[in-house]
């Protein structure tokens, strides 16, 4: 969401400002830091980051804040580093403009509702379009700081969206990437009570009718919301990409319950069961949180077990990290040393996983969408179930799907040669 809500604010300041841009900080006029708050780390070197900008910019330039830190700091980023010129939060994107020319502006309200604001156009890839399908999130799961950031979930109207993947496939895009908190949540709250009722099954049979747009990815989906009609639309519908993140954040049903999350390890286990039964070649990845306050011994075990049985192509894993003004930061915290081995412990587990899937991947074809050229000269593209693949080959075949035999891999990447 980041990405999108910085293609956002170049398309605005482009735009209404006048702002071109450059990859040298030395000869900018304009800084912005778009921020994360998500874990500790991206905010303790936000202002790292602010002071090394500070020292190198030319005389004049402005420097500006976006994001999530800037929605849970506010003007105290202002009061720590004073020559920040302006601060601005996740869905406030649409005020970019004004804030660039108000020295001293914060623009932080988290129930501002842009879902319908006319964003300007700019996408920085030729093949893929990040399209926001919603904003913030309804949930409240413990240890997230989300909620706090980037407000309560408000759908983005359905006519908007299909009008950004026309266009996209206007301009020859062929894949495009919904994205939100809790994607198929979609449709439960528009801003405007006489929006046409959409749910997000809906949502993707009708993205799915536009001419040229050959793929559909989302995320993230929140497993309480993959019904029997979600699940058989991911099934059986061609261009929905077989690659679906499941976010797990524990495999304890005791340690789900402190979080909030709203199912238990066995309806998680039913919901992984039902996919890989109706789309025997579809990738699964998930997020793993290890060491929760309270997690014991047990609780780490409950989650292992459920990376055993579904066997995660991709694990997205993090040793717990308190946020602020969370109700998890509150409870009791387990020992750094004890989150650092459980985390060790599931790295290791997954890469056994992660070989077994990528050596089933040898031999076989895949339809790949090419999209960068590497300046070794190998041309890399995405597979329809998500697998990153490489060939030989020259620039004809970016913005092509073409099928590829997978001769080699990595754990991570897979080779192979154009058919
Ligand atoms: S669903 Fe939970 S983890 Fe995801 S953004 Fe909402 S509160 Fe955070």
Not at 68 to 88: M, N, P, Q, W
Not at 154 to 177: D, H, T, V, W
Not at 181 to 199: I, L, P, R, T
Not at 340 to 355: A, G
């Amino acid at each position: 969401m980041n990405t999108r809500d910085t293609e956002h604010i170049i398309a605005e300041l482009n735009t209404h400002n006048n702002y071109t841009q450059t990859t040298n900080p030395q000869e900018a006029d304009l800084i912005i830091i778009n921020t994360c708050s998500v874990r500790e780390k991206p905010v303790a070197k936000l202002f790292s980051e602010l002071g090394q900008f500070n020292k190198i910019k030319k005389d004049g330039a402005k420097i500006g804040v976006c994001g999530c830190t800037a929605s849970h700091l506010g003007d105290e980023i202002i009061k720590r580093a004073s020559y920040v010129d302006f601060v601005v939060g996740a869905r406030n994107v649409s005020k970019i403009s004004k804030a660039v020319e108000t020295k001293g502006s914060v623009e932080i309200d988290i129930n501002h509702d842009e879902t319908n604001y006319d964003f300007s156009e700019f996408r920085s890839s030729l093949y893929k379009a990040n399209i926001n399908i919603s904003l913030g999130c309804d949930k409240q799961c413990t240890f997230c700081i989300v909620p706090a950031t980037r407000g309560e979930e408000i759908s983005i109207p359905a006519e908007i969206i299909l009008n950004e993947a026309k266009k996209s496939a206007q301009n020859g895009i062929k894949e495009i990437f919904l994205l939100g908190q809790n994607v198929n949540n979609y449709g439960k709250y528009f801003s405007s009570q006489n929006s046409e009722k959409y749910d997000f099954t809906k949502l993707l049979q009708e993205l799915s009718k536009i001419d040229g747009i050959e793929r559909i990815r989302f995320t993230s989906p929140h497993p309480l919301h993959m019904d029997d009609d979600f699940i058989e639309e991911f099934a059986s519908n061609p261009k929905i990409c077989k690659f679906i993140h499941v976010p797990l954040q524990s495999g304890s049903t005791k340690i789900l319950k402190d979080m909030k999350r709203g199912y238990t390890k066995e309806w998680f286990l039913k919901v992984c069961e039902k996919i890989k039964t109706k789309v025997p070649t579809a990738r699964i990845s998930t997020d793993i949180i290890v060491a929760f306050p309270h997690e014991s011994e047990e609780d780490f075990l409950d989650t292992l077990d459920v990376v055993n049985q579904v066997k995660f192509d991709q694990i997205f894993n993090f040793k717990y990290s308190p946020r602020p003004n969370t109700p998890a930061s509150t409870m009791e915290q387990i020992d750094s040393d004890i989150g650092t081995r459980r985390l060790n412990t599931l790295i290791e587990l997954h890469k056994t996983h992660q070989d077994l899937h990528m050596d089933k991947a040898i031999g076989q074809i895949h339809k790949v969408y090419f999209e960068d050229l590497k300046p070794n000269g190998e041309i890399m593209g995405f597979s329809d179930n998500g697998m990153q693949v490489f060939v030989e080959g020259s620039e004809e075949l970016l913005g092509k799907i073409v099928d590829v035999k997978i001769t080699t891999n990595t754990r991570t990447s897979l080779k192979g040669v154009v058919l």
